[in-house]
Every structure is written in C-alpha cells, then in structure tokens.
C-alpha cells in the first residue's frame, strides 16, 4: 500500500485560501439574490477545497467529459459553494456568481443539469447519494473506468432512508470508487439535526452498513486530504468521510448558531464578516488546479438501439405484457451493451429475469429499496453511460415518486417498468394494484407513457422508450391477453389505434392493457345485439393521440367511453378529456375504479368496478336505448 | 428488575403446538385459495406463537380496545398467519379461514382495518415499523398508557429505507413500550435477502440505530419467551429481536429453499406435509390464551373539534396561507387534547410551529424522513387516538405518497398539509415547488383535497378537515395574498363561491390559492376594458363542485378558464373537465404550468408560466377579441 504524503505548506495554505473564498463567494452571490443558504455553504468549504483542488481529478473545461471524476452536492441548498467551487476552477465567470437564482441565470437556487457540471438536480434531500451509486457502479463494472464518485450530504438530509437504502446497495456492491462526506454542521433547518455532533454515532451507523469510515475535523484541510488520499487506496468497500462541522463557519456571531438555516448574511453583518474572511486569505490568486484524469472511459454513444429480432406471436396467442417486456428488454440486451436492468426483488414478477439470464453482468439487483433502485437507473443513465431500464410493481413506483420527480429536473432519461396494474391483478388485494401510477406519470413533465395492449406493442414500447429522451414509463399488466397486432405493426409515441370500427358505430371506447380486451369483448357481446362500438387503443397515454381521439368521436356522434384500470383521477379518462376539453359536442363517460379494491378473482373484479366487458356492454346499452 | 422466570414445560409444548397449528391453517388457507405466502408464514410461527399466546395482552374478543397490546404485521404478505392466529385467539372462526382471499371474505391477500384486528394495512413492504412508532409514541406520551407495540418484520423489507426512518425516530424518541420482531427467514421473492443469514450485522445495524437488541433463535419459543419478557423489562430504548429462521420451516423439501416464495403447497406435497405437522402436535386443544390488558388507556372521544375562535382577519389583509394554517391548528389545539401536529423539520415554513410553541408536548418533529412522519401520524391516527396533522413542503409529500396510498387503504383519518405549492415560491427553484401533488392526491380514493385561497378559508379547511374522514389534504401557498372572506363566512366541503360575477361575464375563470388572486387581478384589469369575468373559488378540489361550476359556466356561454400552479395534469384543470365531461357545450380553457420550471421572482414565474392576472387578461382578450 502506497504511503501518504503530506500536502506541502503552499499547499494546504492554497486550500485554506480556497476554502475562504468559496465562502466569500457564497456570502456574495446569496447577499445578491436576497435569499439562499450561505451557513449550510461555510460548513462545507474546507470540503469543497480539499475535493475541487486536491482530490478529485477532472477537465475543468469539460465538466461533462465521460472520464472525469463525478461529483453530486447531495446538499442542494448548498448550491453556491458549487457554483463558487467551479467559478474557482475556472468554468464559471466569478462576476455570473452575482446572478444567483435569476430569472435569466442558470445558477438556480438548487442545482441542475442546465449546468454542465451537474449529473442530477438534488434540493430533495437524502437522493444524491443514490445517484452517486448508480455512477459508481457505472463506472466500476460497465464502464470499468478508473473515474470515481464523490458525494457531499448534509447531516440533517441522513434521516431519509433512501441515504441507508444507498448505504447498503453501495456496501454489497463493494463500491470502492465511491466517497460520501457528511457534512455534520449539527444544524438543521428549524432544530438542530438528531444526532447533532455526535460524529461516532454516524461512524457506528456507516461501519454497521458495511463502510469503510473515517471521522475528520472537516475544517481542517490536512486531515480532509488525508482522508480522501486514504479513501482512494481502500479496496473492496465504500469510504465515508464524516466530517464534523459547523455551521456559518467563519462568521462571527453565526457560526453554529441556530435560526440561521436559509438566510443571507444581514447587510449590517456582511461587510465585518467579509473582511475577517479576506483577512485570513494569504495570498488571493488562483494557485490550485485539478489534477486530469485518466483517460480510460468508453467514448459516448448515441446510436439507436433496436430490438434485435421483430416481435414473434400469432394473433390470439396469450401472453401478459409483463412478460413480453422481458422478451423486449433481452432483444435490445442483444443489439446494445448500453442496455442495463434494475429490479427490486420483483424479477420474476416484472420479467425482468428474462434480460437477467441474458445478461447477468448487465443486471442490479436492488433488493426491495424503490427509491434507491430508481436513484441507481438515474446514476446510471447519466452522461449517456447506459440505457436504463428499471422495473417493479408498478404502484411500488410510487415509493420513487419524489425520485422520479427530481428525475425529471435532472433531464434523466431513465426509463421505469410497473407491472401488476390495477384490480386485474386479482387475489392479492389493493396494497399490491397499480391505480394512481398514470396520475402519477402524467404529471411528471418530461415523462412519456406507454400503456401497451399486446406483446407486440409492449416489445415496440421497449424499444421506443429506450431512444426517446426524458423519462420513460411503460405500464404492463400481470394477466394473459390475446396478441391483436401481428409483428411488423408500427408504433409511434403519440398514435392510437383504431382496433375496430363500423360505418354505424354508436360510440368510440378507449381502453388500454386489461380493458382494451374488455371493450373488445364488449364489441363481440353488442354487435350480435345489432349494437357497434368503435375500440381505440391508444398505446400512449402521454402523449395522447388527440387527433385520432376526436376525429373518431366526432364520426360516432361525440359519444366516448373511456374504460380503464386505474382510479377515475388522473388517468387515461382524464387525459381523454384533456384531449376534447375544448371542443363542443364531445361527451366522455368514463368507467374507472372509484374506491378502494378488495381481493377476489381478476374478472370479479373487472365486474365489480365496472371496467369489465359486460359493464361496458351494459354502458353503451342504456346510452343507446333504442 | 424482575428475574426471569423460564415457562413450565406445558406452556412450552403449548407454544410449540400453536405454533404448528397456525403453519397448518396457513398451508391449508393458501391452498383454498390457491394462492398466497405459506412459506412466509412457516417462518414466523413460533414468533406467533409466542407473541399471541405467552407476550401480548389483549382482549381477544375486542381486538380494537383501546388497551390493548397493539400488533403489525408488517410483512403484510404473511396475512395467513395473522388470520390463523386470531382464530387460535378465537376471534376468527377456523372455517372462515378457508375463504381467504375469495370475493365474499375480508380476510384479504394482505391485512386491512376490514378486519377489527387490523389497524393498519400492510403489503408495501418496510411501511409497518412507521405505524407501530406512531403507536408507541401515542401509548407513551399521549395515552400515557401501559399498552405495548409490536411490530414484525420480514428481513426482505429491511432493505426499505423507511425501516431505518423509523428506527432512527424510536430511539430519538426512547420508545422502550416498541418490540420490532426481524424475521431473518434468509430469502427473498427472487433472490435471497442481501445480508442473508448474518444476523450479527443486523445486530449492528440495529444496536447503532439505538436499539436495545437480541439475536435468537426465532423457532425455539423458550429463547423467544425470554427475549420478548426481557423487552418487557427494559427501558429507555425500544427493543429488536433479530430472530434467526428459515423459510417454509418445517416444510420438508421446501424449509430454505429458493423459489417458493408467493407459492401454495402443490397438491402432492401437502398431505405429507400436514401429516409431518399434525404429528408434532401434543395437544389438539386450545390450552392457550392471552393475558389481559390494564384498563389504563383513555376512552375514545369522537366528539367535533372546533376553532376556539372564529378566523379574525381583515379583508384586504395580506396573510399566507400557511401562516393561517398554523393560527388554526393552534386553535384546534386549545379545543381538543386530541389534536397533534408533526412536521420534518420544515415547521418555521410550514408554520406548525405556531402549534408547537403553544403545545409543545403535543407535537413530534420527524426531522428529514417525510415516509416515517406520514406513516407515524397514521400510526397516532389509529383507533381514533388522536386527530394527526403532519405537515411539510407539499412536493416532499411525494416522498412518502406510498404511505399515503396506503394510508387509504388502511382507512386512515389523518391530515397532511402541504405548503410552498407551485411556482409561486420563487427563487428556490424547481425541486422545492409542488406542482403534482393536487395530482398525487386526487387518485387517493379517500381523499379530501382543500386548497384554501385566504387565511379565512384556510383556518376553515383545517378545522373541517379535523372531522373529516379518510385522508384530508390541504394545500397552502407561500406568498402572502389578501384576504378575501370575512372571518363569518361558512365553507363546506364540496361547496364552490363564486367570489366575483356581474350579468355581462363573457367566461368563468376557476382559480385556487394564489392562481384565484392572479384570477381577482385579471378580472379588475379586463374590467376597465369593458369585459366581464366571473371567478369562482372551488375551495376544495375533491370533490370539486360541479354544479356550482356548471351552472355558472352555462351563464356565461359555456365558456371556462382554469389556472393552476400545478402541472397540467391531473390538479384543477382536470377536475374542472371531469365535472363537466358529460356536457355537450362546454368547454374548457386550461392555464397551468407545462414543463420544469426554473428560479426566479415569482411574479416573473408566474408570468413566464402563463398564469399570472396579466396571461389571464390575454387569454380572455384573445377568446373574447370583440
């Protein structure tokens, strides 16, 4: 094992001197926008100092260069000091610093990917060091790549679980490219953090989830290189750095004083404070600079990646979506190394498997630990490292939700697998049906949502998902249903189909997965009554194909039906009626699930909730009287 | 302290016997329905067995007794168990234990308050441990009662993170009346558990989240009599029980094997297994039943609780609506012992601190664990022990929407207030800004959704939602906005005011919070050009009013605008359509953000997003141009 050498002075003095002015930097840019967190900032500065100009390895003029050393500031509120740290380096103008949460910057009051040098938006606290994950074992075993992952968490952030979910993930997964730093200021936002400066307890905690850990004084840059230095030699477990801290440090009167959580130095304060902070500074020019890296990460590629082998069925073969989804992900497995899987102990539920015993290597277990699992696939999605497919239960997914909402801020392009949606799942109950996961998708901005019908249409949505940009969901269903389309149909985001249709047509039902079948049973049970319905699938529910949609109400007398296995809030009806809202002579019934489910046998319960064949049937019937 | 005194030999063979009894309900329960977890249920029998038979106090013929010993299943799938045990306590009738699962049978696949020995539902794994805090926190320091709290978890759902949320909380919080059982049966759905058989880093895990800890023998009753009593015993810390098992015990063939996890006992098995089992058994009889609870827990009290005094604003005041939040449940807090309030370290946000500075014993800071505060307040709710309010930044409700979900099915009365909604908070950017949650909220089927738009209405929806059931969810909003209502105005759920019309309004403009003053301001601008709008204020959003909204939208030529601070999807707009879906003749304009939105002012937000007065006006104008 190499032996540690101590910074020369010049050098420990240069990161001192850093340090100091990532804190005047902070005081500044927050005095000038009014807002913002400079305390939470000067806790971490000597942090900061240590990592931007001793540790880590990077092109300053590249930030998002596949080779360089990641780093999440889990602590988002922190912001300043990043943008300060990269004003440092180099790639910000110290003067756009003074632009702090303008409406026409992008150093916006929490990071994100607006700026080339940040992986994944946090200010949720407690997700960076999921994400930090997902890059580390990116780089360890896809990329095999000599990069490495830091991640700076507050203290008061490690009360969220997902930070022990991340913890364990990194430990069993032997993660040894990864550094967490605790920044244990003891102060939180309104009360002090619950374990305060009690740094052994932390140190208890980390060792207990399997890290190698090291408690600095995380003031003093001499013990910070050290343990940074220590952390890169140790093999075969993740190092946490905690660090004890305090809050506003260097400000007279403020440091580790509460009620200081979110506020900008007050102007009858800054000036002092400034100048005792500038007076510690020894000399004011630039004379640190990152190390480079090692240029050992596999070039970017974008290339499009499509199912190796077309979709395989007859029609009327049965096969549950869930299970074409596995097929699908195999294929594209086949056309592209780039094609990775995540799973939280559902494998053989979401058939996930299917791609598993492919490509084992390119497969990650994360156990059940939802929130965890989707911070990994956006980790792993960053800088284009990999197509990531991540899948579980789909009402599981809900567990993600603020992950997957902070996915979107972050430009993931993640794409999430539910499977088991709605009451068809049958016999298990309602902790275990999918009812708010549309609701949920819709209103994720960049989301794309697939609701396939049939195999077919589920292997096209795997490949769609895995080359369109933002976040991907493709909801799938636990029941067999009949192949309708034969292989070489076409899909596209945003097209529906007309799965049936007449010149006498009553109405247009839409149905997607479980209920398109139903509404197509219902077609069979009604035109032997001299009754004809037209049936959309739409194969995206976001976005929704209005085109086609209104076209076709228009041409069965403006009547809809929508029918769906979801509650009757949020989902494919009220995206329906999103698509009509403006028009007159559009009419929409919607049959949807409106109160909690019980366990029974799948088609009792289509019955009981009124999305069944025979419910639709008997809808159109009393509509259409005569 | 008490010694320990070994049960006698019958009591012992007792035990074992039970424990034998409930793996023979439970294989012949899974085979009935053909579904279900029996090796799941093997693993925990003799745990069981001793809790039900030799550890907890409970009246067995009135399992919700406020004085009763409280139990979770939180590995909710071992349902079958939990069925067989109450059937061995003679609540259940054995026969019915043959119906589990069916439609006509409330012995669902996984526990719910159907049942009146069930206060929580399980089945979203690493969720139970949250409730039976909120229990214990309640018996200890509410109740002030000697009623105990038991919690059983599989070791999979240790892998949640929302476990070590609530582990963390029962320390802090020295919740010595809490006993978590870890039911370390080794394997997992698809692959085995990642710590496996190591119940030494259990221990760890547990000993440095603060527990009091013992590793057993989770299939020998006298190790687990004495673990349970020594519990008992000990104080200042809550207990765990590390239980060392295996899956499918006493399953020849099956005990410790993959790939039998969710699986009945196939039909060539299952009578030599249950030969196996019955020959165990000493004494066919019941020999066994619980000891009695003291009688020490306060009665239920269901009467109303009201404001202590009326809202006391001026119109025209400005007042954020968070700020009212915190004036009313101070209120409610003068009227009733029953009201607590919790929050995640955001209270000088949210303003529950106006609650707790006046009832400091009454509320509990969660810190940064939004999952374990909504799942603790579920756990307080219980039983109608207390009415829970736990507050945070709306957009982290999303990190516990799981909880809620839940919550419903669990029948949950609690209350979650949710503030700095939408763009309008400014410069903190996008990861702090709800703009989903009306979304997330509405497919909660038994939710109340209320998004006051002034300090009045605000203090009204909190004392409303105090006597609500299911889940109540209020939006506040971060800016100060004016008062509008005079401090006598009466609301009701469901119930609209239309807060501005005249004989000549070209269209009706729905807004909410901030959106209905942006609403107000619009309507003073368009007025000095000669073009009437009418504003309505839904107060809530589920259920919306729609005949209120109808109405007034068919006197103003079917013409309806909504704006929202949400995303398009699934908030206001969509509720307006789903309310008027059925119409021919109306239509719907809808005004609401459409992707991430970035930091700035938030009059600059507000517009850049299309619904400030000003964007308002210039839809209005373009719709209405002569």
């Not at 490949?463 to 976040?471: R, S, V």
Request: aromatic share 8%; hydrophobic share 40%.
């Amino acid at each position: 094992m190499a032996s540690y050498h101590k910074p020369d002075e010049k050098t420990l003095q240069g990161l001192k001197d850093a340090a100091n002015k990532l804190r005047i930097h902070s005081i500044k840019a927050t005095c000038a926008s009014n807002s913002g967190h400079p305390t939470s900032c000067c806790s971490a500065a000597e942090i900061m100092s240590v990592l931007f100009f001793q540790t880590m390895r990077y092109k300053a003029t590249d930030p998002r260069n596949p080779c360089n050393d990641r780093f999440v500031l889990s602590k988002g509120h922190a912001a300043p000091i990043l943008y300060a740290a990269w004003a440092e380096a180099g790639f910000v103008k110290e003067s756009e610093l003074l632009n702090l949460r303008k409406f026409d910057s992008d150093l916006e009051g929490h990071p994100t990917p607006k700026l080339a040098f940040v992986d994944v938006a946090t200010g949720s606290l407690g997700q960076g060091l999921s994400a930090a994950c997902g890059m580390a074992y990116t780089g360890k075993y896809f990329d095999k790549s000599s990069y490495r992952v830091y991640c700076l968490m507050g203290d008061g952030e490690c009360s969220e679980g997902s930070v022990w979910e991340a913890m364990a993930f990194a430990s069993f997964y032997k993660l040894d490219n990864l550094v967490a730093i605790m920044d244990v200021n003891r102060l939180g936002q309104s009360d002090p953090a619950p374990l305060q400066h009690n740094v052994d307890v932390y140190l208890k905690r980390c060792e207990a989830f399997g890290w190698n850990t090291y408690v600095v004084d995380g003031h003093n840059v001499e013990e910070l290189c050290k343990a940074f230095w220590s952390a890169k030699q140790f093999k075969g477990q993740p190092t946490c750095i905690v660090a004890k801290t305090f809050k506003g440090k260097g400000l007279k009167g403020i440091e580790d004083e509460m009620n200081w959580h979110g506020k900008p130095i007050p102007k009858d304060k800054v000036d002092g404070i400034l100048n005792d902070l500038q007076a510690q500074i020894k000399d004011p020019h630039k004379t640190l600079s990152p190390e480079l890296p090692n240029e050992d990460a596999p070039p970017p590629d974008s290339s499009p990646i499509l199912l190796s082998s077309p979709p395989e069925y007859k029609k009327g073969q049965k096969m549950a979506t869930r299970r074409a989804y596995g097929v699908a992900l195999a294929k594209l497995g086949n056309s592209s190394t780039k094609v990775v899987a995540l799973d939280g102990d559902t494998k053989n539920s979401t058939f996930s498997e299917t791609f598993m015993k492919s490509f084992p290597d390119r497969y990650i277990e994360c156990f059940i630990a939802e929130q965890n699992m989707v911070g990994i696939a956006i980790g792993c999605a960053c800088r284009d490292r990999t197509v990531a497919f991540a899948s579980t239960f789909a009402t599981f997914l809900s567990r993600a939700y603020d992950q997957i909402r902070m996915g979107a801020i972050s430009q993931s392009n993640v794409n999430l697998v539910g499977s088991h949606c709605g009451v068809s799942i049958g016999e298990d109950g309602p902790s275990q049906m999918a009812l708010e996961d549309l609701a949920m998708f819709r209103a994720i901005p960049t989301c794309t949502v697939f609701y396939p019908s049939d195999a077919v249409a589920t292997e096209r949505a795997v490949e769609l998902a895995a080359n369109t940009k933002g976040i991907c969901f493709i909801r799938t269903s636990r029941p067999d249903t009949a192949v309708i389309y034969s292989g070489d149909e076409k899909f596209e985001i945003g097209v529906a189909k007309v799965v049936r249709q007449s010149k006498s047509d009553l109405v247009t039902v839409i149905g997607a997965g479980v209920t398109l079948h139903e509404a197509l049973a219902a077609a069979d049970m009604l035109e032997s009554e001299g009754k004809n319905i037209r049936v959309i699938d739409p194969f995206t529910i976001k976005p929704l194909d209005a085109a086609t949609i209104l076209a076709n109400a228009r041409a069965t007398g403006g009547q809809i039906i929508t029918v769906e296995d979801h509650y009757k809030e949020g989902g494919l009806g009220e995206a329906v009626l999103s698509a009509v809202g403006q028009e007159r002579d559009i009419v929409v019934t919607r049959l949807a699930v409106t109160s909690v489910p019980r366990s029974g046998k799948p088609q009792e319960l289509l019955d009981l909730y009124g999305i069944s064949a025979k419910q639709i049937a008997n809808t159109v019937r009393q509509k259409f009287a005569n």
